[in-house]
């Protein structure tokens, strides 16, 4: 179980976070100063760089959707590689909503900080540039694991473009102008069937 320590830390790391992507929002990532974030937050300047050496890693550390976790969903897979896909996305969106419950936060509080978060990602090149690293990091895994389910090279086309089209259309969901906290888990499915009929396509 989490101790007391443990759990302010978390807090306060989480509302520092929060502080940033309010600050980022309202006045740009590049006009907002690690000061004013931990005036925000109503913590020390050290407390910030200690929990977020760089300024990116407000946006960047932490991700619930990273590579490592993808990767070791999908190498305990028992069905496809989509489905596992789907599966890892659905888990991590509810994780998230009942992460809100436990913190006390609104419901839909952490959807909206990473709507936020992506729109602020999409504005600046260098973000760009580092999410995407990140996203094709997810690429591979992806490709590695369809590469492995159908006896082909993950170089080969089938596997990227098959990654390269489901993880495109993940990172679009909270720029969608139909995603809606309701909504995403329905998106993700309508992404999944889009990228299967591409792979079918490519296959027959």
């Known amino acids: 179980m989490e101790g007391r320590r443990d759990r302010k830390k978390r807090q306060t790391r989480e509302r520092i976070r929060a502080s940033a992507l309010e600050l980022f929002t309202a006045q740009g990532y590049r006009n907002t100063t690690i000061a004013a974030i931990a005036e925000h937050a109503d913590v020390a300047t050290r407390t910030v760089t200690l929990h977020f050496p760089a300024k990116a890693d407000l946006l960047f550390a932490d991700d619930p959707f990273a590579p490592e976790s993808l990767a070791a969903r999908l190498a305990d897979r028992t069905g496809d590689t989509l489905d596992v896909v789907g599966e890892w996305m659905h888990d991590t969106m509810r994780a998230l909503g009942e992460d809100d419950t436990d913190q006390g936060r609104e419901p ?88 299967r009929a591409g792979m079918a396509a490519l296959t027959t």
């Open 108 to 195: 839909g509080e952490m959807f909206a900080l990473h709507a936020k978060r992506a729109a602020l990602i999409a504005e600046d090149a260098d973000l760009g540039s580092r999410a995407g690293a990140f996203y094709t990091a997810l690429e591979r895994v992806v490709a590695d694991a369809l590469g492995d389910e159908l006896g082909m090279s993950p170089d080969a086309l089938v596997p990227r473009l098959t990654a390269y089209t489901l993880v495109g259309g993940l990172r679009e969901l909270y720029r969608a102008d139909e995603a809606t906290r309701e909504d995403l888990p329905a998106l993700v499915d309508r992404v999944l069937e889009f990228t």
